[in-house]
């Protein structure tokens, strides 16, 4: 019976100890570089807001995969470290949320609302507007 709880208390460890580098991995992995990945697809602003309104059918094939993106700016802002930049379309109702990369950060600081922009980011999806993350300028 001792021979049975010691099998079962170093299966128990290992378990917990594959858990924990698993787990340290995974938090400790680097964001991806954008600007080394290949294009899918380049879209407007409005193509792309035109694309979402269709139910997001054509996009559906374009998540995780770097698109680019160009369009005009509506909004800039800085949080957590981050800048997001909102780029609109035609329609007031949706939008394009693209979380710039942090090293992109001093390029972000030239821009204004209103300007034109050339972006690549990882879709991640979209529900009333895309997401982009891991934006950099092109």
């Known amino acids: 019976m001792t ?17 924990l580098i698993f787990l340290y991995v995974y938090i400790n992995r680097s964001e991806p570089d954008t600007t080394q ?4 697809q380049v879209f407007t602003s409005n193509e792309l807001l035109s694309n979402l309104e269709n139910k997001g059918q054509k996009l559906a094939h374009f ?16 949080q957590d470290g981050k800048y997001s930049l909102i780029l609109k379309g035609n329609s007031d109702k949706t939008y394009i949320l693209c ?5 992109q950060n001093h ?30 300028i092109v």
């Open 99 to 103: 979380e710039m990369q942090p090293n």
């Open 107 to 136: 390029h972000i600081a030239e821009l204004k609302a209103g300007q034109e922009v050339k972006l690549k980011g990882i879709l991640k999806g979209f529900l009333m507007d895309v997401i982009l993350l891991h934006c950099v």
């Open 63 to 78: 998540i995780e995969k770097a698109i680019e993106i160009e369009g005009e700016i509506k909004e800039i802002t800085f």
């Open 3 to 19: 021979q049975k709880k010691s099998s079962l208390f170093f299966i128990l460890i290992f378990l917990v100890l594959a858990s």
């Open 37 to 40: 990945l290949q294009t899918s």
